[in-house]
């Protein structure tokens, strides 16, 4: 059994960012473990992850979350095992996804979210990867708010993340005549093209003309847009959207770091009314109910091979900001998944 700490690591906020994170953004310390109040449950941290999400809680700005304030933990998800509880649905031993945050041992406060890993088939990181948030945000955002359907031609930017990865993957499951991405550089577009078998990759960042690459690479156009990245890439898509066109706002990537004044506007709107699109976010957090059927299926389609996965792993807790920063100027790709505590797989 694994022996309770009196104090443990975490990852805190140093001081707030301005444009792209760096390692001065952030710290680590230690700090004493408390007892457990009723409804606790403490967990050791096997695993955890770097989310593009949390960037908009290192400075003040629009979020559906609030802002860190300097000197508060770094959250995000994590995969632990339940090492002391004091809440009679987790017993020691239990594994479970949480959003345990950049730490060695997380204490969760008995709401928000977690959720016991129901079997071992597949890897324990992916249950903060493709069958965790990223995973849940490409199935709800095409099942529901897209309401894709076969035949559809769907185009999905930061096609190589997390979330556009398995996004175009469940897109081609679910019969789409076409799957477009857009991601930068030669690695990503050949795991796209030989792993994940999506039709087109558009090197945004190498292409002289977004628009007339795009078009090329579906020429009969999209019906839909699952977008990751942000006003300018939704505006320079809008015209190439096909009657009855659904636009899926899922992040905002290239708008995240930038000072609000900055973000670029959309301008192509007159193309809903002629074409009746329709354009809507969402959280993920609202589908939760859904998420153990979701996985479900989705873990049967990754046993089956048709939604292949790709991490890049750390190693230990002093490398997560790396990780974080990795997410905005790297080459690299994948969930990035910190290993702190043990085998995930
Ligand atoms: N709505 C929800 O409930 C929900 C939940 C989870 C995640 N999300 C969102 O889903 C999106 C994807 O998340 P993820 O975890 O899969 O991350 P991700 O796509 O792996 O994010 C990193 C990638 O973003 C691209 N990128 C970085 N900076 C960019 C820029 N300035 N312009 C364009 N692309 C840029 C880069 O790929 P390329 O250069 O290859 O494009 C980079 O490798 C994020 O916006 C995240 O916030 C939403």
């Known amino acids: 059994m694994t022996q309770r700490p009196s104090t443990s690591r ?98 969760f406060p008995g709401r928000g979210y977690i959720q016991k890993i129901p079997h071992k088939r597949l890897p324990l990181s992916y249950w903060i990867g493709v069958l965790g948030v990223p995973g849940m945000t490409a199935w709800f955002g095409l099942k529901r708010v897209a309401a894709m359907k076969p035949g559809d031609r769907v185009l999905v930017t930061s096609a190589a993340g997390p979330v556009g990865a398995t996004a175009a993957q469940i897109a081609r ?23 994940a078998r999506l ?53 905002q990537l290239a708008d995240y770091n930038a000072a609000a004044a900055d973000v670029p506007g959309i301008t192509n709107t007159r193309y809903f009314i002629a074409s009746r ?26 046993e089956r091979g048709e939604v292949k996965v790709r991490e890049h792993r750390y190693k230990g807790l002093g490398s997560a900001p790396q990780a974080f920063i990795d997410l905005f100027a790297s080459d690299s790709f994948g969930r990035r998944i910190i290993e702190i505590g043990g085998e995930t797989g």
């Open 10 to 107: 975490r990852v805190v906020l140093a001081a707030q960012a301005v444009g792209r994170p760096t390692q001065a953004t952030f710290r680590v310390e230690e700090v004493a473990l408390p007892p457990l109040l009723e409804g606790h449950v403490l967990t050791r941290t096997l695993c955890c992850s770097a989310d593009p999400g949390t960037r908009s809680r290192l400075s003040s700005g629009a979020s559906y979350a609030p802002p860190l304030r300097i000197g508060d933990p770094i959250d995000g998800f994590a995969v632990g095992e339940v090492i002391e509880s004091a809440n009679p649905r987790f017993v020691i031993g239990d594994i479970v996804a949480s959003g345990g945050g950049w730490a060695e041992h997380a204490i």
């Open 173 to 195: 499951s679910l019969g789409a005549s076409r799957v477009v991405g857009t991601a930068s550089g030669a690695d990503k577009a050949a795991w796209l093209r030989d792993e």
């Open 199 to 251: 039709d087109v990759i558009v090197d945004y960042k190498t292409t002289t003309d977004l628009i007339a690459d795009l078009k090329a690479a579906s020429p009969d156009g999209y019906d839909v847009l699952f977008d990751n990245v942000g006003n300018a890439m939704i505006d320079s898509v809008i015209p190439l959207l096909r009657p009855g066109g659904r636009i899926v706002i899922s992040g």
């Open 277 to 302: 699109l329709r354009m809507e976010g969402l959280v993920v957090f609202d589908d939760l109910k859904g998420f153990p059927a979701a996985q479900e299926e989705l873990g049967d389609m990754i």
